[in-house]
Every structure is written in C-alpha cells, then in structure tokens.
C-alpha cells in the first residue's frame, strides 16, 4: 500500500490544522493506521492510532484531548485533526499502516509509510 500524506504547514500556537494521508494500493479497511512524527534530532515517535473499523483509537499522553485520529475507509484516508497546537507539536508528521486490522503504538508492527508533512507551530 502506498501512502500520501499532506494537510501540513506553518502555523500559530493555539491554532488547528488537520493532517490527511491517503492510500492507495491495498485494501484500506485491511489495516491498521497510525501517525507518529518526528522533531529535528530526536528519534521518530507515535502520536495516534487508529483500528480498521474506528472502533478503537489510542493517542500518547502529550496529545490525547487536542488531537482526533479518524478515519473514512470509503475514501481510503486516514485524518489527525490537531487543536490547541502548542510550538512542542512542531515535526514532521507520517502516517502508516500496519497489516491486520488493530491498532498498534509501535513502530515496528508499521510495513508501510507516507513520505511525511511537516508542521511548524510559532510561538
């Protein structure tokens, strides 16, 4: 399956922006998604996850109640929607899906990754 992230770009602290990541190849409903991203000089990190029927989500504590992790199968796109963005948030952002349909915060269990958004928050 291949992935296309974007919804990225430079904004204010407090403010919102919702990243997008769509897939192609596969069958989307087969796989599990997950955001993690990755600051400049520090080791890529989880964000959120999602299962294949968005009945179960998980998010690391830094982000749960500020961002949602969705998901439309019939479009084949997974979505974290970002609020109260804080100059902490500032990463580049990639989605990935992990085979089988659970979710999962580890990044191993991940086979396949989108080339990454960037997300700059200002103070």
């Known amino acids: 399956v291949q992935l296309q992230a974007s919804g990225g770009g430079l904004v204010q602290a407090g403010s919102s922006v919702r990243l997008a990541c769509a897939a192609s190849?596969?069958?989307?409903?087969?796989?599990?998604m997950g955001w993690f991203r990755q600051a400049p000089g520090k080791e890529r990190r989880f964000v959120a996850t999602i299962s294949w029927s968005s009945g179960s989500t998980y998010y690391t504590d830094s982000v749960k109640g500020r961002f949602t992790i969705s998901r439309d199968n019939a479009k084949n796109t997974v979505y974290l929607q970002m609020n109260s963005l804080k100059p902490e948030d500032t990463a580049v952002y990639y989605c990935?899906?992990?085979?089988?349909?659970?979710?999962?915060?580890?990044?191993?269990?991940?086979?396949?990754w989108g080339q990454g958004t960037q997300v700059t928050v200002s103070s």
């Open positions: 190849g596969g069958t989307f409903s087969n796989y599990g």
């Open positions: 990935a899906a992990r085979s089988g349909r659970y979710y999962s915060a580890s990044a191993w269990e991940y086979g396949y």
